[in-house]
């Protein structure tokens, strides 16, 4: 496996628009249940991760999803079901499980006194990273991470965002096939955040399957391939964006501004991919099933009938709306 | 197991509070305590006068009697001020005329200024002994006076009576040997009371690791839940070693103090570190917070120094409260220095002490390890 670098990464590309090929599964899970009392954590809880995919759980505060990964780390106990990885079964007792997954906790799980070196080498001990090997990855991940000029300063002085880049750095120093990120880009500023974004896309990119939990839907649309919703302990429903939101039945709307009263064209309304098609205040509404894969034809469309368009704006159905369609609430309740 | 021991110990340095409280301090200590008590107890008499041979012959019998200190000061009205002021446990005040007063048979005061205090009772009644001891061939030669006062007194020290002789003999040993100095004292004190304030204040460190998530994070590595409470439990080994060497060696190079067999009490000590670092673990997985751990650290270091004997000696202890101490590790280790110390033990002489101190060990890393494992697969 190659490495990542947190420089600026070209645009994620829409999961949607790139063909899923088949690739070697890395995670499975099986009905996983976990109660703790009387309160049932995570029920049935089953989805695969393929190497390069992207997972994200996604779900409000206390939808089991740091449980269910909690299981799938290794650290918690299961009831029920059952954890493969790369077709071998996983627990809380299964080193060579363990050193396939990079896990990053939601927590800064960091020693706050120590540096960022001495933090990586500890991790790269626990990892059974011999000595040589250990400082040459240390050094690739800092790099990475971007944290190579302040390696020697104590990890309490550093910012937010530095913790976090960090927190991911231990999870990647043993090259896993598997990264588990829970909620990474908690409480850090934007720019942070977007650098965490890049590099986990870019690392999918270079194979490794990601399960990736947040309660940001803006974050699942950006990098998730699929997408599992879950609420009380189940999931809801999975699949693509494009899967998800089609469960709603939504259509993406394409707005073109005209500057004045404009009627739909012929040539426009008659277009296969447009279902629906109106004009309101000095706008061209039209309801297409893919807004992105019509939206060339629909301008062709307008400009051939005559029409002036100063302004697009694409409207798709996000994963909001899916989330309140499925559970009756909003995400962030 | 030693990443995370090694981990523990670079953590206990990087606080730099911990190199004052864990390096200077107990050493401070030692020091005023041994300096404190560094004369042997031997309290200070101020001595005016004595330059004639009788009064000097008085001063040198005072000197070697062993029972105090002598210090030479210029007059009475400096000896006075001496005594009111502290310096001085007493002061003797020998005339000018006192060798003339005891040729000529002529009585002779000497004036014995101290404080109202027992001690002070004790050093007059030492000087009178050591006085009349001096004085007696004097006596005799008043007594006598038949010649010469100074062949009379030549006379009379040779004079060999019959009269009552107390034998004295010892049997057994002294209960702290002359040889003990009091740095010995208070550096085992020091090392009791240290070692375990510190492991317990040190458990501190385990409660973060978990509260920050990082024994999870841990556990995420392929590495066993044994291996991580292996691993936790020598790191409070290795601070409490640490602190425990620091004060031996420190205390060693610094005041020359002894500990007896090294076999005896590097064992004793190894066996007092594992019961500190037990106590720790148990804090370390028991309690949620860091300043919870910290107070119940101060609380229970103190206060178990304190029953067990390292605050005041045990010797000094009703048998009620001996036997309330030996409720506590740090009497048993107290033990088992005394028997290296004063009766020159081997580690053969302290076995029963080190299995007391294995018991608590081993039951405290039981406890903490059992509360810990549920910590962390919870």
């Known amino acids: 496996m190659g490495t990542a670098g947190l420089g600026p990464l070209p645009c994620v590309p829409p999961p949607d628009q790139t063909a899923r090929v088949p690739r070697a ?66 627990g809380t007792t299964s080193r060579w499980g363990k050193k396939q997954i990079g896990y990053v906790p939601q927590d800064l799980a960091l020693y ?68 588990i990120l829970d909620e990474p880009t908690a409480g850090v500023d934007p720019q942070s ?41 189940r ?83 996000n994963l909001e709306s899916v989330f309140l369609h499925l559970t009756g609430k909003a995400l962030r309740d | 197991m030693i990443a995370i021991a090694w981990v523990n110990l670079v953590r206990l340095f990087r606080d730099r509070t911990n190199i004052f409280f864990v390096l200077i301090f107990p050493i401070v200590l030692i020091m005023v305590f041994g300096l404190s008590f560094g004369s042997g107890f031997a309290p200070r008499l101020g001595v005016t006068g004595g330059t004639t041979p009788l009064a000097a012959e008085l001063v040198a019998a005072l000197e070697t009697s062993g029972r105090m200190q002598v210090v030479r000061v210029g007059d009475a009205e400096e000896a006075r001020d001496g005594v009111e002021r502290g310096r001085l446990a007493a002061a003797l005040i020998i005339p000018e005329n006192y060798d003339r007063a005891l040729s000529r048979y002529t009585p002779v005061t000497l004036s014995f200024i101290s404080r109202q205090e027992p001690d002070a009772l004790q050093l007059g009644a030492a000087i009178r002994a050591v006085t009349d001891q001096v004085t007696m061939p004097a006596r005799a030669a008043a007594y006598v006076r038949d010649g010469s006062f100074d062949e009379l007194v030549r006379r009379a020290g040779q004079v060999s009576v019959p009269g009552i002789t107390v034998r004295f003999s010892a049997t057994g040993t002294a209960a702290i040997p002359r040889s003990i100095t009091s740095f010995d004292i208070a550096a085992t004190s020091q090392l009791l009371l240290f070692t375990f ?31 991580i409470l292996l691993g936790e439990a020598a790191g409070r080994v290795c601070v409490a070693l640490t602190q425990a ?76 409260m001996r036997r309330v101490a030996h409720l506590t590790p740090h009497a048993w280790a107290l033990d088992g220095f005394a028997e290296l110390l004063r009766r020159n033990g081997t580690i053969a002489d302290i076995l029963p002490q080190l299995g007391v101190l294995a018991a608590f060990a081993a039951a405290l890393f039981g406890l903490g390890a059992w509360r810990l494992r549920a910590a962390l697969t919870r």
Request: glycine share 12%.
């Open chain 1, 235 to 317: 999931i809801r429903a999975e699949g693509t964006r494009r899967e998800l939101v089609g469960l709603v039945g939504e259509l993406d709307r394409i707005s073109l501004t005209t500057g004045g009263a404009q009627a739909v064209p012929k040539e426009l309304e008659t277009l296969p991919e447009v279902r629906k098609a109106g004009s309101h205040e000095g706008r061209l509404e039209v309801m297409v099933e893919d807004a992105r894969k019509s939206l060339p034809r629909v301008l062709a469309a307008a400009t051939d009938a005559g029409v002036v368009v100063r302004a697009v704006e694409v409207h798709e159905p």
């Open chain 1, 112 to 179: 706050p006194d120590l540096s960022a070196r001495e933090n990586l080498r500890f991790f790269a001990r626990l990892h059974g990273l011999g000595r040589a090997e250990a400082r040459a990855r240390i050094d690739e991940v800092l790099r990475m991470i971007g944290l190579t000029e302040r390696a020697k300063d104590p990890v309490k002085e550093y910012s937010g965002g530095m913790k976090r880049r960090l927190n991911i750095g231990v999870g990647l120093l043993h090259r896993p096939p598997l990264l």
């Open chain 2, 197 to 227: 304030l510190t492991s317990l204040t040190g458990a501190a460190t385990l409660i973060e690791t978990r509260r920050l998530g990082l024994s999870r994070r841990m556990y995420a590595a392929p590495v066993s839940s044994r291996t």
């Open chain 2, 245 to 320: 060497l620091i004060i031996m060696v420190g205390s060693g190079l610094l005041f020359g103090v002894r500990w007896g067999d090294p076999l005896g009490a590097g064992a004793l000590v190894l066996a007092f570190s594992l019961v500190g670092g037990g106590a720790a673990m148990l804090v370390g997985a028991a309690l949620r917070t860091e300043q919870q751990a910290v107070g119940v650290g101060l609380l229970l270091g103190l206060g178990l120094a304190a029953i067990g004997g390292t605050m005041a000696p045990i010797d000094f202890f009703s048998e009620t």
């Open chain 1, 25 to 90: 599964e890395i995670l499975k899970c099986q009905n996983l249940r976990k109660t703790f009392g009387d309160l049932v954590a995570v029920d049935d809880v089953s989805f695969t991760i393929e190497a390069g995919e992207t997972y994200g759980l996604l779900g409000p505060n206390g939808a089991g999803k740091t449980t269910t990964i909690s299981m799938i780390a290794g650290i918690l106990e299961r009831d029920g079901g059952q954890v493969l990885i790369s077709g071998r079964p996983h």
């Open chain 1, 193 to 233: 955040r977007n650098a965490i974004l890049e590099s986990v896309a870019a690392l999918a990119g270079e194979g490794v399957a990601v399960l990736y939990t947040t309660h940001y839907m803006e974050e699942a649309e950006r990098l998730c391939d699929r997408i599992g919703i879950i609420d009380l302990g």
